[in-house]
């Protein structure tokens, strides 16, 4: 079994900074990327950025060049350094954890208001 467990998530004001962590444990399982997805008040479900087991990182137009996905998929860990957040930043975030089974996190919410 696998646990996914996110965490740093909060309230930040427009223009403002937030890291978000993500860590993998269980049994022996190879990950073979690391991601990020979001979903906002009545949205549905979208991907937010990507890391592989080989270094590749890949985002979503909406967020590049303010957001900044890093870690280390051997150990299991992911980041996701957040900042200038916009209001339409607001969503729950979650962790997504491929391996040879997809193992999904609870989701952090992270809230951009003033």
């Known amino acids: 079994q696998v646990q996914v467990v996110e965490s740093g998530g909060g309230l930040v004001q427009p223009g403002g900074s937030l890291r978000l962590s993500c860590a993998a444990s269980?049994?022996?399982?190879?990950?073979?990327?690391m991601e990020w997805y979001r979903q906002g008040p009545g949205k549905q479900r979208e991907w937010v950025a990507s890391t592989s087991s080989i270094g590749i990182t890949n985002y979503a137009d909406s967020v590049k060049g303010r957001f900044t996905i890093s870690g280390d998929t051997g150990k299991g860990t992911v980041y996701l350094q957040m900042n200038s957040l916009k209001s339409e930043d607001t969503a729950v975030y979650y962790c997504?954890?491929?391996?040879?089974?997809?193992?999904w996190g609870q989701g952090t919410q992270v809230t951009v208001s003033s």
């Open positions: 269980g049994s022996d399982f190879s990950i073979v990327a």
């Open positions: 997504l954890v491929r391996s040879r089974i997809d193992y």
